[in-house]
């Protein structure tokens, strides 16, 4: 077991790789009485089409899979698995996103035998014809309630604006058409593929003893069997420079017009410090200019332009980058303008030194205080692990941030050919639909 010291937190990780391939990072917080546990696999919506060894061809999945895959792994031949975290005072959950699958608990007691129960049943699937056409019920269902949901069709709207092919337009439970594809073959094709070992994450915080945990998952690994696990090969399809359409416009039932501005990032293929650099550079310019600390934040405020649920986001992978912004609004139109306007005002005028280092300090306090949370730091640890990204270098990587280079990301990504809008209106009562 490897042992690292960061200085900067007062922290000790503890990480090893089991024969099986399994990685294994437990970080023990002293003094903690809850344990955060996670099982996460590289395996998420964006993960359409991949070459797997033996196979002579990329393999191409229906959308949603992964999502699909995700919900019948609580389903075991001995019953159901979130009663037997019950009897152990656990609480269980799991979630998709883009890239990966993860399946967790919390717990204050009994940690070893909730994660013996949470290593066994997600390395024991479970498939039937009847429960997976089951399933497409209830998945259908959470589709069409996503239908409904303004701030996710306003998401999903920008996203499929920004994006011609790649697969992160499209919704993470897939269609209604694309998971009625979904058998219980497929699963246990899928499951065999990236559920493998190799390809995951154990990861602990909280208050435990890492070498007794640790002995915990060795023995249970070591009663199973594997086979040799091959790396796979993502092909996302290649993307385009250009947005697929500059603005898309919705009406759903809200008293209030939603808008989202978004920006396709140039600067993609990074992996590793650097990938890290450009979310946390990006995010700190975001910050100063558009943060609930700005002057362009309170403006429109007091204008009631726009209400408290403004902000902003960065997202980043290897293959797909976007900033997002936006929120409620009484006027679509000169919010855009005005945000159009403080972008283009900075990168000719320049950046306030001031209020950069402010936020950067801000990045760093943030960062620290998220510390105070373990299922905080178990859910960014999993998330740039899956990215290939040592998150606890965060620290560093903000001491080294620089105005010039802030100046020079800004000018290269906010830039109008690569931005986007996505609207919702609402419905017009006049009309009655």
Request: charged fraction near 25%.
């Amino acid at each position: 077991m490897r042992e690292t010291f960061i200085e900067s937190l007062g922290i000790t990780v503890y990480e090893e790789t089991l024969d099986n391939g399994l990685h294994v990072a437990l970080l023990p917080q002293p003094g903690f009485q809850q344990v955060f546990v996670t099982l996460t696999t590289r395996f998420g919506s964006t993960d359409q089409a991949v070459d797997v060894p033996g196979r002579g061809e990329a393999w191409v999945l229906p959308d949603g899979v992964a999502h699909f895959l995700e919900h019948k792994m609580f389903d075991m031949p001995t019953g159901d698995v979130f009663a037997d975290f019950a009897r152990h005072g656990a609480a269980a959950n799991a979630f998709t996103s883009f890239e990966q699958t993860t399946y967790l608990f919390s717990c204050t007691e009994d940690l070893a035998e909730n994660t013996r129960i949470l290593l066994d049943y997600v390395q024991t699937p479970y498939f039937t014809d009847s429960s997976v056409e089951k399933e497409k019920g209830i998945i259908g269902q959470e589709i069409r309630m996503y239908d409904d949901n303004p701030d996710w069709r306003c998401f999903f709207g920008l996203l499929q604006c920004l994006y011609q092919r790649h697969p992160l337009r499209i919704p993470i439970a897939g269609t209604i058409e694309s998971i009625a594809q979904i058998d219980a073959d497929l699963l246990y094709r899928c499951y065999k593929t990236f559920y493998h070992p190799g390809n995951m994450l154990f990861f602990a915080v909280g208050g435990f003893d890492p070498a007794a945990l640790l002995d915990v998952v060795r023995e249970n690994q070591a009663a199973k069997k594997f086979p040799t696990f091959s790396v796979l090969e993502r092909n996302p399809p290649a993307e385009p420079a250009e947005v697929r359409q500059e603005r898309d416009v919705a009406q759903l039932g809200v008293s209030q017009a939603r808008c989202l501005m978004g920006w396709k990032d140039g600067q993609t293929g990074l992996a590793g410090t650097q990938l890290l650099r450009q979310e946390l550079l990006t995010g700190v310019i975001l910050d100063t200019l558009f943060g609930r600390g700005s002057d362009f934040y309170h403006r429109l405020l007091d204008e009631g332009l726009i209400d408290q649920q403004f902000s902003w986001e960065y997202e980043v992978s290897n293959s797909y980058g976007y900033t997002l912004l936006g929120g409620n609004t009484t006027d679509v139109d000169t919010l855009i303008r005005r945000v159009d306007e403080a972008i283009e005002a900075v990168i000719r005028n320049g950046m306030s030194a001031e209020a950069f280092e402010r936020n950067v300090r801000k990045a760093k306090g943030r960062f620290v205080l998220g510390f105070d949370s373990p299922s905080g730091i178990a859910r960014n640890y999993t998330a740039y692990w899956v990215k290939g990204v040592d998150w606890l270098d965060s620290l560093a990587v903000l001491d080294s941030l620089t105005l010039e280079e802030a100046q020079r990301r800004l000018a290269e990504h906010l830039v109008p050919e690569r931005r986007a809008v996505s609207v919702i209106e609402p419905v017009s009562m006049a009309t009655g639909v």
